[in-house]
């Protein structure tokens, strides 16, 4: 059974950083594209950052600059580095495999205070 733990997440201030988890299970971790996805509230769930199974990482123009999205293949985790939070980051923060669609988590809560 495809599985993905979201982990992290919390209350910070403008320009703190956060550093998001996503444990997977039930798939071979390692070769798969990953994303980070994101929902504010009353707003469209987005996209935020890809990195594929050989480690090239594309960002939203919106974080680029400042998260970093990784992957540990023996961990079987992903990682979102956020380093200077904005208020327009606060949302449920989501992990997203790009070959086995419609799989979800039950997400983190990021929400950052002006």
């Known amino acids: 059974q495809v599985r993905l733990v979201e982990s992290g997440g919390g209350l910070v201030q403008t320009g703190d950083s956060l550093r998001l988890s996503c444990a997977a299970s039930g798939f071979t971790f390692s070769t798969k594209s990953m994303n980070w996805y994101r929902q504010a509230p009353g707003k469209q769930r987005e996209w935020v950052a890809l990195?594929?199974?050989?480690?090239?990482?594309n960002y939203a123009g919106s974080v680029k600059g400042r998260f970093t999205i990784s992957r540990d293949n023996a961990k079987n985790t992903l990682y979102l580095q956020m380093n200077s939070l904005e208020p327009e980051d606060t949302a449920v923060y989501y992990c997203y495999i790009s070959e086995i669609p419609n799989v979800w988590g039950q997400g983190t809560q990021v929400t950052v205070s002006s």
């Open positions: 990195i594929t199974s050989s480690r090239n990482t």
